[in-house]
């Protein structure tokens, strides 16, 4: 069964850099598209960022400021996200098994992690 598990959420300040990891369990290939959405309070799931081997994707809000990352010998998945800012607050998720479609940042994913949370203040 496939488990994915974030960690790495707290509270920042705008400026800062915070880096969130996600333990997948259940399968050890790097076929998948995996990647990370984040979600406001009030405003639907969006993708951030999204990878499969060198294929690499980031929403426009985030690209230059985070990075994506994979480390197959532990088969975590990484977000690195600096100079944060406050819109950037909300629930972080990683997925994994993009479903297929035009996009890897839309939400057709089979398999979701609970959830990390990331405050950034002013």
């Known amino acids: 069964q496939v488990q994915l598990v974030e960690s790495g959420g707290g509270s920042v300040q705008a400026g800062g850099s915070l880096r969130l990891s996600c333990v997948v369990s259940?399968?050890?290939?790097?076929?998948?598209?995996m990647g990370w959405f984040r979600q406001a309070p009030g405003k639907e799931r969006e993708g951030v960022a999204a990878?499969?081997?060198?294929?690499?994707y980031y929403s426009d809000s985030v690209n230059g400021r985070f990075t994506i990352s994979h480390d197959k010998s532990t088969n975590t998945l990484y977000l690195q996200m600096n100079s944060l800012e406050v819109e950037d607050t909300g629930s972080y998720f990683c997925?994994?098994?993009?479903?297929?479609?035009?996009?890897?940042?839309?939400?057709?994913?089979?398999?979701w992690g609970q959830g990390t949370q990331v405050t950034v203040s002013s």
């Open positions: 997925a994994s098994h993009f479903l297929g479609g035009a996009n890897p940042l839309g939400r057709e994913y089979r398999y």
């Open positions: 259940g399968y050890t290939h790097t076929y998948y598209y």
């Open positions: 990878m499969r081997g060198d294929n690499i």
